[in-house]
């Protein structure tokens, strides 16, 4: 009888390590997705860190009606993307769809909802001459030209990612208007600030944020003279009302390359850097694109 129970013990054991080896190699990893910062609001930029199941070769995403280009990073074995969430975007929980191909061609899917909320942003109340404010009929005409020129350049953005690691200040100063305050001219609300203000004078050396190319560098109506810069993935930075190019169209810069000097020209009420970002067609704080933690 002693023998018998042993016997049965035994199979039991057998089966269930049978049953758990099975187990162990049926069951696939798993999708990982974080992000920067914890905190998304609109008008933020956002990095996303992926760690597929599997190893893939491609992987692609659509949030918020976007496009998100993912790039490898060999040295953390995970992938990255920039994205962002505009000014007018509302809150809620966004899916962020996420699709990859194995090596062998089988496609993998992920979705995984991202929680947006509000950011309040300040306004101001701008006594300026009508000419700010009112453009002459030739003035409305170069205004219309640059439209041209500047959506005939975004056409052309470079898909694959340009830029590596951490973003930095253009110049190092103070800061004197932020990202989102609605202006209000005259006592109408004329235009929302779409990017950072920095407080120098003229002549004052500016940097490149980041790696790219230069993909406009040329004078403009509202920007005065303007630098353009394409890091990859849809992500552009905007330099503007710069007294003095160091750069031009088609130049390959490297981070904290010196690409103009400042100035204040343009539709600008005085000397100062304005920087901008842009993607996919939206402008996002800069303020929060410096806080991100790149690889």
């Keep these: ?107 993998l899917t992920y979705q995984q909802r991202i929680s947006l909320q509000r950011q309040r942003y300040p306004r101001a109340i701008l006594k300026v001459p009508g000419r700010y404010t009112a453009p002459s009929p030739e003035e409305l005409h170069q205004i219309e030209q640059d439209k041209e020129i500047k959506a005939e350049a975004f056409k052309t953005l470079s898909a694959g990612r340009e830029w590596k690691g951490s973003f930095t200040r253009p110049v190092e100063a103070e800061i004197s208007d932020v990202f989102g305050v609605q202006r209000v001219f005259n006592g109408t609300v004329q235009s929302t600030h779409q990017g950072l203000d920095f407080r120098v004078p003229p002549g004052t050396p500016v940097a490149a944020l980041n790696r790219g190319h230069i993909l406009l560098a040329r004078p403009l109506f509202f920007e005065g003279n303007c630098v353009v810069i394409d890091h990859g993935q849809g992500l552009l930075t905007l330099y503007l009302h710069l007294s003095k190019f160091l750069v031009k169209e088609g130049d390959t810069v490297e981070k904290g390359q010196q690409i103009a000097l400042s100035g204040g020209t343009g539709r600008a009420t005085g000397p100062h850097l304005h920087l901008a970002v842009r993607w996919q067609g939206i402008y996002l704080n800069p303020a929060g694109l410096f806080s991100l933690r790149l690889p």
């Design 1 to 107: 009888m002693c023998e018998l129970r042993l016997h049965s013990w035994s199979l039991i054991a057998a089966v269930l390590m049978l049953l758990a080896e099975s187990t162990s190699a049926t069951t696939p990893g798993r999708w990982k997705l974080t992000y920067q910062p914890t905190r998304v609001v609109n008008g933020a930029p956002v990095l996303f860190r992926v760690t597929t199941p599997k190893p893939v070769r491609t992987l692609s995403g659509q949030w918020l009606g976007h496009e998100v280009s993912f790039s490898f990073d060999e040295g953390q074995k995970a992938w990255f993307a920039l994205a962002g969430a505009s000014l007018e975007t509302k809150p809620g929980a966004y899916p962020i769809e996420l699709t990859a191909e194995t090596a062998s061609g089988k496609p």
